[in-house]
């Protein structure tokens, strides 16, 4: 038998894979199971940016390693994206760095500024590869609750001296995933303003900045002043494009911080494929108006879902931004076991909150990744349950 390194024993299962192979195995004994559980959306991508990934798969130049980081020309489209879309300012040459996907660049980020033993400042819950990440790298996370009673937003307070002290690296996320809280740029100022009383950098993950809904439109950590001397900021076009698959997504803010990302990838990766950056430069500066019909769809199937889960008298904060509804779990049960309860009389797949963290306890996650019928379907095999 092969022996795994301590770090990968260390790390959890991940857990949608293990929520995937439960689904599998229900789904091949023919059961009609709802998936309200992983956060990938069902609209397809818009149809011009499948049209340039075709032409510009045509050039043989498009098939060679895509090396460097990143083409100027995506570079240029997204500096220009976060400008028109948050009035910040970077600059293509070295404030912007292409990625396979964000959650790439967020894995191996810890890589490139975690030694042994030092500490990264971690959401409880959260997605899973800030903690996953930090463990490969030699670190320890030191986990920050997300409480309902503080809107899911860490206390810095409760932060104790020691550990800011070994800290490197604070992570935030907000729009949230699982808790779909959000967060303004005055968090945004308290945490840069704590950063930098603990010469801590900043990782912010922006992946949920355009599914929100009712007028609301979340802001960039970069927009704050000073934000950029200690931060880096994550997006990704997977959730604004309906482009999970595809796997582009970059990093943006410090230069330092960015070259250091770089110099990690370099070793590891080599590059986006060369249509699919085309592609990405073609979603990024094409037509934006499905945006705003996707997320009339989501918002209708929010309301949907809360209004059908609170007749069942379950609690829940109306989300104003991401594709999650955060869910108390109603029964005295933990919430794996709710899920699993979910599963095998409902045929409704529900991701349990302490697969996030152990703060996510007694709660479980529901995504709106599906039609509007399903959802109403969803609730009244629910009602039957209840
Ligand atoms: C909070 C958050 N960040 C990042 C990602 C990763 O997005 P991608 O790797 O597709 O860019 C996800 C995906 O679900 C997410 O929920």
């Given at each position: 038998?092969?022996?795994?390194?301590k770090?990968?024993q260390?790390?959890p299962?991940?857990?949608?894979?293990?929520?995937?192979?439960?689904k599998?195995?229900?789904?091949?004994?023919?059961?009609?199971?709802?998936?309200?559980?992983i956060?990938?959306?069902?609209?397809?991508?818009?149809?011009?940016?499948?049209?340039?990934?075709?032409?510009?798969?045509?050039?043989?130049?498009?098939?060679?390693?895509?090396?460097?980081?990143?083409?100027?020309?995506?570079?240029?489209?997204?500096?220009?994206?976060?400008h028109?879309?948050?009035?910040?300012?970077?600059n293509?040459?070295?404030?912007?760095?292409?990625?396979?996907?964000s959650?790439?660049?967020?894995?191996?980020?810890?890589?490139?500024?975690?030694?042994?033993?030092?500490?990264?400042?971690?959401?409880?819950?959260?997605?899973?590869?800030?903690?996953?990440?930090?463990?490969?790298a030699g670190?320890?996370?030191?986990?920050?609750?997300?409480?309902?009673?503080?809107?899911?937003?860490?206390?810095?307070k409760?932060?104790p001296?020691?550990?800011?002290?070994?800290?490197?690296?604070?992570?935030?996320n907000?729009?949230?995933?699982?808790?779909?809280?959000?967060?303004?740029?005055?968090?945004?100022k308290?945490?840069?303003?704590?950063?930098?009383?603990?010469?801590?950098?900043?990782?912010?993950?922006l992946?949920?900045?355009?599914?929100?809904?009712?007028?609301?439109?979340?802001?960039?950590?970069l927009?704050?002043?000073?934000?950029?001397?200690?931060?880096i900021?994550?997006?990704?076009?997977?959730?604004?494009?309906?482009?999970?698959?595809?796997?582009?997504?970059?990093?943006?803010?410090?230069?330092?911080l960015?070259?250091?990302?770089?110099?990690?990838?370099s070793?590891?990766?080599?590059?986006?494929?060369?249509?699919?950056?085309?592609?990405?430069?073609?979603?990024?500066?094409?037509?934006?108006?499905?945006?705003?019909?996707?997320?009339?769809?989501?918002?209708?199937?929010?309301?949907?879902l809360?209004?059908?889960?609170?007749?069942?008298?379950?609690?829940?904060t109306v989300?104003?931004?991401?594709?999650?509804?955060?869910?108390?779990?109603?029964?005295?049960?933990?919430?794996?076991?709710?899920?699993?309860?979910?599963?095998?009389?409902?045929?409704?797949?529900?991701?349990?909150?302490?697969?996030?963290?152990?703060?996510?306890?007694?709660?479980f996650?529901?995504?709106?990744?599906?039609?509007?019928?399903?959802?109403?379907?969803?609730?009244?095999?629910?009602?039957?349950?209840?």
């Open positions: 038998m092969f022996k795994l390194s770090k990968l260390s790390l299962p991940y857990l949608f894979l293990e929520i995937d192979k439960a599998r195995i229900a789904r091949a004994q023919g059961r009609d199971i709802i998936d309200l559980g956060g990938d959306p069902d609209q397809p991508t818009p149809a011009h940016i499948i049209e340039k990934l075709y032409h510009a798969a045509q050039d043989p130049a498009t098939h060679k390693y895509a090396l460097g980081q990143g083409m100027p020309v995506l570079r240029g489209a997204i500096a220009d994206w976060y028109r879309r948050f009035g910040v300012g970077l293509p040459e070295n404030e912007v760095l292409p990625l396979i996907g959650k790439e660049g967020i894995a191996h980020f810890p890589l490139a500024f975690l030694n042994q033993g030092d500490y990264s400042l971690v959401p409880d819950p959260c997605y899973p590869p800030y903690k996953g990440g930090t463990i490969l670190g320890k996370p030191y986990l920050m609750p997300l409480r309902e009673s503080n809107a899911f937003l860490p206390d810095f409760k932060i001296a020691d550990i800011r002290k070994k800290a490197k690296l604070i992570f935030i907000y729009p949230n995933n699982p808790t779909s809280a959000v967060a303004g740029v005055d968090f945004f308290s945490v840069v303003e704590f950063a930098k009383k603990n010469n801590l950098i900043v990782v912010s993950d992946a949920y900045s355009e599914t929100a809904y009712d007028g609301y439109s979340p802001q960039s950590l927009e704050v002043d000073g934000a950029r001397e200690v931060s900021e994550f997006h990704s076009l997977s959730k604004i494009y309906n482009m999970t698959g595809w796997r582009a997504g970059w990093a943006c803010g410090n230069a330092q960015l070259a250091a990302l770089a110099k990690v990838k070793n590891i990766d080599s590059g986006i494929f060369s249509a699919i950056q085309f592609a990405a430069v073609a979603a990024l500066e094409g037509p934006q108006q499905h945006l705003d019909s996707m997320c009339q769809l989501y918002q209708e199937r929010r309301d949907v809360a209004a059908g889960l609170r007749s069942l008298g379950w609690e829940l989300p104003k931004a991401t594709f999650y509804m955060w869910v108390k779990v109603p029964k005295k049960m933990g919430s794996i076991k709710f899920a699993s309860v979910l599963l095998e009389k409902a045929n409704i797949v529900a991701t349990p909150g302490v697969g996030f963290g152990s703060y996510g306890e007694g709660y996650r529901m995504a709106l990744t599906v039609p509007k019928e399903r959802i109403k379907e969803a609730i009244g095999r629910l009602k039957k349950i209840a």
